[in-house]
């Protein structure tokens, strides 16, 4: 009783949030954080459309235009989109595919706190001087290089998108394994619902779309604070950031669409009491859109000058992909055919996107068509295309997913009456908002001020954008009302089948009251929980907190912080340093927390796990880690050869590498790489002394490589080739450099298998993590078996 | 769980001497002329040294068609956005401000 | 003949927005009568064959045949006009068309250079002088605009011709109009590439005038220039 009490509540509501790692705390956690990057990217846009609601209006002009049109993209792309798909995903899959929590729950609430971080850094470029960035959220060069947009406003968006794609990578990997290796037994592909085929195929997409997100932002922070001139040189340095850019930024369309989608057949599956129409050639056809979009990129390059041919090969693809997206829609318009609809607020959300979705959906076909793409590129017809489909179809549909799944969420009902009233007034004013802009097909985009006869569209759309904006303070009030005071929700309020709605509202934390499992006639049964499989356990860890934490200290002392060191014309400072050390820290305490065993999680009896079957969580989620990170290398290897392509002959500042250097270093490496797989091998044969002996020589030789290449750098950079010395030195620094600090990730991962070993932790028949950290080691030698010929040879 | 993968002695020595052999190939190709068109010979080189370290270090050779399936998907996507970038440049004309 | 490319575009889009309208019309009217149609009497009223809760049903259903041919007409139709645009795309696409001996064998054509940077348009003409933010054209003319940037990367449209060319640094990209015969301004020429804060002012008049007075202006900007 008393005050001590009350602190003490609140200090335990503290700690468990903070060092939470289960999927259903940290599916709340991106929802509330998602909404409200949500609301301020719509005050953003709001503002935007006050100024355009006449022309010569001066509310907002100039460059703080431009900042507030590129900060309403990002914030409503990055930080909005995806992250509330995910948190609904980090909620729903689990209990859709009848799992305990995702495979790897710490590396769960790691991409929540990086995620959390990069939105507070983005938030805090507003207040660098000069402003943040200023360029379109497409962020294209050279208008993003430091001389043409000095400050260091887009400095910090660089690395909150930076920081924001490597929480989306680990993301990536958990679903990923999730979602093949963590389903019920009988609960095969067949019988997966909407939402979670279309989470597998969003994070498909994500594998192999954000290394070249990652590839490019690197360079553009290099080319700004390092000297470097990726993006600046003559004939390409644009093109190279526009493939690099839109080879992400095609997939990352389909990326924000298809849990939009998956949720919306969810709900009218479920409120027109029917299975999808043709289910099975759906699921097909997304898949095959989801291989697709990765060749339909160029179709947002279609005026910058590129070979007809690739032109129209791409427009062809464009055309193809469109199929099975119209076949989607026909799909779900066909699932009402012969139902029984039941029209709630999430249904009604739902049919108004698809009839979003025929508007954004058409329009976007004519931007297929090259001579039209013409006409329309960088105009108000682009951007009354996609927004039918962000807001009509994307939002609607997360707004779909909101109140379909808050009663099993919060265990309350929201008010029917005002999620009505939501729709009604979001559905009408969306078309005023945004049906005018396909009149508006010759206004350029991204202006402050226009001609007189697109006025009254503008006055129009604006008008709808107010209303818009204004409704979504109903569900606001709806949704924090209804927590506190709404009527209990039952454990199925909508009567639908799948397997979130068989437990309670909210579910327990362990989510079913026994193991779930499909019979082979399709019956849900819950085997009693009894001796043989573990009872739940939940692991509270900081560790991920204080990586996010680090890293934000290191974004907040690119702006403050008394200087330490410069490198070139980055200012190192203390609080950045800070921010290392805490990262350090945090790793270090997981390592050990793994040593100890504290996290261990027994693998479940029986699961469906086609196709990975015979392959384990950790090793599945390394091999998924281990492709993105080689698409990475090879989007970084593709720059060089794009660069040398087009010069044919290095420019002044090259020099021939010594050779005998890195046939030294090769040798090195790849011997350290063999004693690795010799200890293997005597591990094996249940030789533990000789295990210990391979790994403590192959990091033995690893730190020899490092310190080899240290050796080799200092005595180029003396010899003035340094990172400004041109195309060549810039690419081998950052590709060698990239390399040397994964071997420095691999020596420290092996000693940790070393330390591991010294223990007695390995035997012949239990040794977690060597196969995997050989995977790593297999990737390192991979990547130097291109990269040595590359700068010693050629 | 940690897979049961074939760790033969032979087959990483062999591999090995592929790489450590490869290597000065290269070099002794490359540095001399023998090979005309050098970024070709290195790719085929590199290329099969690689797919050796993918198969047999990594024993892709006994992981389900899924696990050898993402690599090549990886090599797909990077042959066809590398296609598409470096034709777009040889493509278009240049101009230097003046 | 040359055709004018404004022409070229508004045909290609009436047949897309006929397209888009006809398809799109019939997609909106099955929903919305299967949307009413279908309702349900009350939230009880659940059909015999309905997903219960507790079983997990199989996606392996039966397709309708007619169902699987009305999923893919869409996509045909939307394949089969994109490969139509191709034909519009090729005769937009000859450029440089001074070389290849002018549109149809037409011969003359007036070549432009246009220079894009922050934030204004800089017009080069064959005859050695330079226009800033007006361009001045004969009627009746095929014109080629070869457009360059001197920093970022900007992008030259003139809306009533329908035309649109990146402006990109270290590269020259093409593009053609054909000039209608009746003299007049025919709006202006804006930027369509973000490219710093002055984006939103980059504005050229266009004005076309006869083949006559296009001379005397000529003459007039070389003489005085």
Request: hydrophobic share 50%; proline share 5%.
């Amino acid at each position: 009783m008393g005050e001590s009490s009350y602190i003490g509540q609140f200090r335990s509501f503290v700690w468990r949030w903070l060092t939470t790692t289960n999927h259903k705390d940290i599916g709340i956690l991106y929802i509330l954080t998602s909404i409200y990057f949500f609301l301020a990217a719509g005050v953003l846009g709001t503002l935007v459309r006050f100024q355009l609601a006449r022309p010569g209006n001066t509310i907002l002009t100039g460059n703080e235009y431009n900042e507030v049109v590129t900060m309403h993209g990002l914030f409503m792309l990055l930080w909005f989109a995806s992250p509330l798909a995910f948190g609904l995903a980090n909620y729903i899959v689990p209990l859709q595919i009848g799992a305990r929590d995702l495979a790897f729950p710490r590396l769960n609430a790691l991409s929540y706190w990086l995620y959390l971080v990069s939105g507070l850094i983005a938030l805090i470029s507003f207040f660098a001087p000069g402003g943040t960035a200023s360029v379109g959220w497409t962020l294209y060069a050279p208008l993003t290089s430091d001389i043409y947009a000095p400050g260091k406003g887009l400095d910090l968006v660089g690395l909150a998108i930076i920081l924001f794609s490597i929480s989306v990578t680990l993301g990536t990997i958990n679903f990923l394994v999730t979602i093949v290796k963590m389903r019920a037994p009988g609960m095969t592909w067949a019988r997966l619902p909407m939402f979670s085929w279309t989470i597998v195929f969003t994070v498909l997409l994500m594998l192999w779309a954000f290394p070249t997100l990652i590839v490019a932002t690197f360079f553009l922070f290099m080319d700004r604070n390092l000297g470097t001139r990726f993006f600046e040189s003559p004939i390409g340095g644009s093109y190279l950031w526009a493939h690099l850019f839109w080879f992400f930024g095609h997939p990352e369309v389909y990326i924000l669409l298809f849990p939009a989608l998956g949720i919306i057949a969810d709900v009218i599956s479920t409120f027109s009491r029917r299975q999808l129409f043709a289910k099975n050639i759906i699921v097909l056809g997304l898949s095959l859109g989801t291989a697709l979009s990765f060749v339909v990129w160029v179709h947002h390059m279609f005026i910058t000058g590129i070979a007809l041919e690739i032109r129209k090969i791409q427009s062809f693809t464009t055309a193809i992909i469109s199929v099975p997206f119209e076949m989607t829609v026909i799909a779900m318009i066909l699932t009402l055919w012969r139902g029984r609809i039941w029209y709630t607020t999430p249904m009604l959300f739902a049919i108004g996107s698809i009839f979003n979705f025929i508007i954004g959906g058409a329009t976007g076909v004519f931007l297929s068509s090259v001579p039209l793409d013409i006409a329309f590129r960088g105009t108000y017809w682009v951007v009354g295309h996609f927004h039918y489909i962000v807001a009509g179809v994307i939002t609607f549909g997360l707004m779909a997913g909101l109140y379909y799944w808050f009663p099993k969420i919060t265990g309350r009902m929201y008010n029917e009456t005002l999620g009505k009233i939501h729709f009604a007034i979001a559905f009408a004013s969306i078309h005023a908002l945004y049906l005018p802009m396909f009149f508006l097909m010759d206004m350029p985009r991204r202006i402050y001020d226009y001609a007189p006869e697109w006025a009254t569209y503008n006055l129009i759309a604006t008008v709808g954008a107010i209303i818009f904006g204004l409704s979504f303070l109903i569900p606001l009030v709806n949704f924090t009302y209804s927590l506190w005071r709404g009527p209990r929700a039952p454990d199925n309020p909508w009567g639908a089948y799948t397997m979130e709605w068989l437990t309670t509202s909210p579910p327990p934390r362990h989510n079913f009251e026994g193991e779930p499992m499909i019979t082979g006639d399709g019956r849900v049964v819950f085997l009693a929980a009894n001796g043989g499989y573990h009872h739940h356990v939940e692991h509270h860890t900081l560790a991920p907190f204080g990586i996010g934490l680090g890293a934000l200290l290191f974004g907040l002392g690119l702006l403050y912080g008394p200087k330490l060191f410069t490198i070139v014309n980055l200012d190192v400072t203390l609080i950045s340093i800070a921010g290392i050390l805490v990262i350090a820290a945090s790793l270090l305490k997981w390592a050990w927390d793994d040593v100890h065993d504290r996290f261990a999680i027994p693998e479940p009896r029986a699961a469906e796990d086609w196709p990975l079957t015979g392959v384990d969580k950790v090793r599945s989620g390394v091999w998924v880690f281990l492709v993105g990170d080689l698409f990475l290398f090879g989007a970084l290897i593709g720059t060089w050869l794009f660069i040398r392509t087009r010069s044919l002959v290095w420019e002044p500042g090259y020099m021939s590498h010594d050779l005998a250097i890195g046939l030294v270093n090769t040798f090195i490496l790849f011997t350290a790489t063999y004693f690795y797989l010799l200890g293997y091998i005597f591990l094996k044969r249940g030789n533990t002394a000789a295990f210990t002996a391979g790994m403590s020589l192959a990091t033995a030789l690893a730190i020899a490589f490092l310190l080899v290449k240290v050796f080799e750098w200092s005595h180029l950079i003396e010899a003035g080739y340094t990172l400004g010395s041109g195309l060549q030195a810039q690419l081998y620094y950052t590709l060698t450099g990239l390399h040397g600090a994964h071997v420095l990730f691999g020596a420290l991962a092996t000693m940790y298998l070393v330390a591991k070993a010294l223990k007695g932790k390995y035997t012949r028949d239990s040794h977690k993590g060597v196969v995997e950290i050989g995977l790593y080691w297999g990737m390192v030698e991979m990547i130097w078996v291109f990269l040595f010929p590359m700068f010693y040879l050629l | 769980m940690t897979g049961d993968f074939r760790a033969s002695l032979a087959v990483y020595t062999f591999v090995w001497l592929v790489l450590v052999g490869g290597a000065v190939l290269e070099a002794v190709f490359i540095l001399n002329g023998i090979a005309r068109w050098p970024e070709l010979f290195v790719l085929g080189v590199s290329g099969f040294q690689a797919s050796l370290i993918l198969l047999f270090y990594m024993h892709l050779r006994d992981e389900p068609l899924s696990v050898k399936a993402m690599p090549v998907v990886t090599l797909l996507l990077l042959v066809a956005l590398l296609a598409s970038a470096i034709t777009s440049v040889l493509a278009c004309t240049p101009y230097v401000a003046g | 003949m040359v055709e004018a490319t404004n022409e070229i575009f508004w045909r290609l889009f009436m047949l897309y927005l006929g397209g888009a309208l006809l398809l799109g019309g019939i997609a909106s009217a099955i929903l919305a009568y299967l949307a009413v149609r279908y309702r349900a009497a009350s939230p009880q009223d659940i059909p015999p064959d309905a997903p219960r809760p507790g079983f997990m049903p199989s996606a392996f259903i039966r397709t309708p045949s007619w169902s699987k041919l009305l999923l893919v007409s869409t996509g045909v139709i939307v394949t089969a006009l994109t490969l139509y645009s191709f034909i519009p795309l090729d005769y937009l696409s000859q450029t440089p068309i001074v070389q290849a001996g002018g549109l149809d064998g037409g011969g003359d054509a007036l070549v432009v250079w246009v220079e894009a940077r922050q934030f204004a348009w800089i017009f080069k003409y064959p005859q050695g002088f330079t226009s800033v933010n007006r361009l001045v054209l004969p009627a009746d003319t095929v014109v080629e605009f070869k457009v360059v940037s001197v920093d970022v990367w900007h992008a030259f449209g003139i809306p009533y011709f329908k035309v649109k060319v990146d402006a990109i640094p270290g590269v020259v990209n093409s593009v053609w109009i054909k000039t209608p015969s009746n003299p007049g301004n025919y709006g202006y020429v804006w930027c369509y590439e973000l490219c710093g804060s002055g984006h939103t002012i980059m504005k050229a008049s266009v004005e076309v005038v006869s083949k006559a007075d296009f001379e005397k202006w000529v003459a007039s900007m070389s003489g005085g220039g």
